[in-house]
């Protein structure tokens, strides 16, 4: 459970924002659309392959 104290002098947007912060950092959205659908494991593979391949060019683009 993510929760914000609230200061005596902090304003609702202020610890509105810190809450969405922390949620943010949490990643508590994007693990909530992980489980709602269901990805195949191939897909699931091929996403891993390209997500390594642009992680590589993006390193081999650095050392040059």
Known sequence: MIGVIVQDNESIDRALRRFKKKYERAGILKEYRRR???TK???LKRMAQQKAER???RISR???
């Open 41 to 43: 494991p191939s897909v």
């Open 55 to 57: 992680r590589q060019h």
């Open 36 to 38: 709602t659908s269901y």
């Open 62 to 64: 650095e050392m040059q």
